[in-house]
């Protein structure tokens, strides 16, 4: 199982930005991918997530409204589309797999990861 992240970069805030993490391996087995992010000095925390079969989807509150994620089953790949992006979104965001656990909002309950891609919101 491979996760590739991509799409992180330099943006100015307002802008926006769109994430992409492309799944290999046996995705049919798992329930949910979530976006996480880990700004320095601080610990790795949940953004957003997207159950693979059902597409529900579950956001932090600090990004409601701003972020939004989706997935492409047929090239099994989920991205996280960013907007009205502000300096404390400034992170490396990592993509994860969750093939057992109902919870999505917890980095306990993913196993597999990606390996991070970094977004810099100047002011």
């Known amino acids: 199982v491979q996760l590739q992240a991509s799409g992180g970069g330099l943006v100015q805030a307002g802008g926006s930005l769109r994430l992409s993490c492309a799944a290999s391996?046996?995705?049919?087995?798992?329930?949910?991918m979530g976006w996480f992010r880990q700004a320095p000095g601080k610990e790795r925390e949940f953004v957003a997530a997207?159950?693979?079969?059902?597409?529900?989807?579950y956001y932090a509150d600090s990004v409601k409204g701003r972020f939004s994620i989706s997935r492409d089953n047929a090239k099994n790949t989920v991205y996280l589309q960013m907007n009205s992006l502000k300096p404390e979104d400034t992170a490396v965001y990592y993509c994860?797999?969750?093939?057992?656990?109902?919870?999505?909002?917890?980095?306990?309950?993913?196993?597999?990861w990606g390996q991070g891609t970094l977004v810099t919101v100047s002011s």
């Open positions: 391996g046996r995705t049919f087995s798992w329930y949910a």
């Open positions: 997207i159950t693979w079969s059902g597409g529900s989807t």
């Open positions: 994860a797999a969750n093939t057992f656990s109902l919870v999505v909002r917890t980095t306990t309950s993913y196993d597999y």
